[in-house]
């Protein structure tokens, strides 16, 4: 019997793969959910109990939460990447790397085919399918939600039919949970003026009284939140949204270009994620050169979109990734951030690498390293070219 590895959430989508190609292609399958830290443990051993009523052959749990932190997010940390100036690339940073780990597991149980269950109208086709591509060309892909063009409602029917239980009653929002951030999609995100509900968000507000949190950053990871140092960076992280998720911070509707060519619009929550790049970013704005940071903004934002569209595996991104971590070598150094309802204020740091040093002049109120007659040169010589074109060009017109 010839195998097939399903990339498994246990969703009313890929229940209906796992007994489609079992029952209807005669298929073993071999599902698998890969946890890129959005998944309890409770959560995890739901899923596994489905898949087996599923009928699925052999389930297996895929933690890839540190290999997702190690080969991307901490990119997007060093490039400070939010997508259209809004958006931490919660969810569609984590599809690559939900793939990779989809096509890694098919290549190791000797599958024939690999399966996942998006539809003709997102993103995820996409991703999913340059990626098996790139990685397992010789392995057939199969996607019976898009290849059927079925509707919600000729999924259910199908389970219905085939013995399986399970809460069919559409959630009123849509919610993808990772440690980068977690998504909302509901009623309003398919319109252009409604905002989400106060309700819509998975993370209440439960935390009222402002609170000061110190994040210790080496060489552009964050490594310490106040006076606790974490052996890698994902545990930091998974502390700092511990600390800020409850103040209901890290809110937005992003709105952006799909892959396929249409506009979109997304909730999201990323406390933990929007303080880390902003606090990131001062530190950089401390200790980097002025063309260092005009580079990396100009690099990042090119990064942050091709990663987006699913090519995380174009050679380009290793060279850019080279970059980034070569500019984060004195990004070391604490961060004072002020947590608030519904609001964050990144205010200071220190650092031992810090260019605005006192020794070299204060702004705006004294110099120490040059003379009056060092600036008069300067300027002269600068603005040369300048007034070289407007005094042969005439150009009158700004004199007024």
Partial sequence: MKKVVLAFSGGLDTSYCAIYLAQELGLEVYSAIVDTGGFSEEELKEIERRAYAMGVKQHTHLNETEHFYNSCIRYLVFGNILKNNTYPLSVSAERVTQAIAIANHAKAVGADYVAHGSTGAGNDQVRFDMVFQALIPEVE?????RDKRLSREEEITYLKEHGVEMDFQKAQYSINKGIWGTSVGGKE??????????????????????????????????????????????????????????????????????????KGRVGFEAAA?????????????????????????????????????????????????????????????????????????????????????????????????WTSDDVKGFAKIFGNQTKMYHTVNNTAEWAD
């Fill in 141 to 145: 892909i199969i996607t019976p939600i």
């Fill in 189 to 262: 995100t398919l319109t252009s003026h409604l905002p989400l509900p106060e309700e819509a968000y998975p993370t209440q507000l439960s935390k009222t009284e402002p609170e000061r949190v110190t994040l210790y950053f080496e060489k552009g990871e964050l490594k310490g939140v106040n006076e606790q140092i974490f052996e890698h960076p994902v545990q930091a992280i998974q502390h700092l949204q511990e600390l800020a998720a409850p103040f209901a911070i890290g809110r937005d509707i992003h709105v952006g270009d799909t892959i396929i060519g249409i």
């Fill in 273 to 369: 994620p929007m303080v880390i790049i902003k606090a990131h970013h001062l530190l950089e704005k401390h200790v980097l050169t002025k063309w260092q940071l005009y580079w990396k903004d100009q690099l990042s934002a090119w990064y942050g979109n091709w990663l987006h569209e699913g090519q995380l595996l174009d050679p380009t991104m290793r060279d850019i990734e080279a970059f980034l971590e070569s500019t984060q070598q004195n990004v070391t150094g604490k961060v004072f951030v002020q947590l608030a309802p519904y609001h964050f204020q990144v205010q200071g740091i220190e650092s031992a690498h810090d260019l605005m040093s006192d020794k070299f002049g204060s702004y705006g109120e004294m110099n120490r390293a």
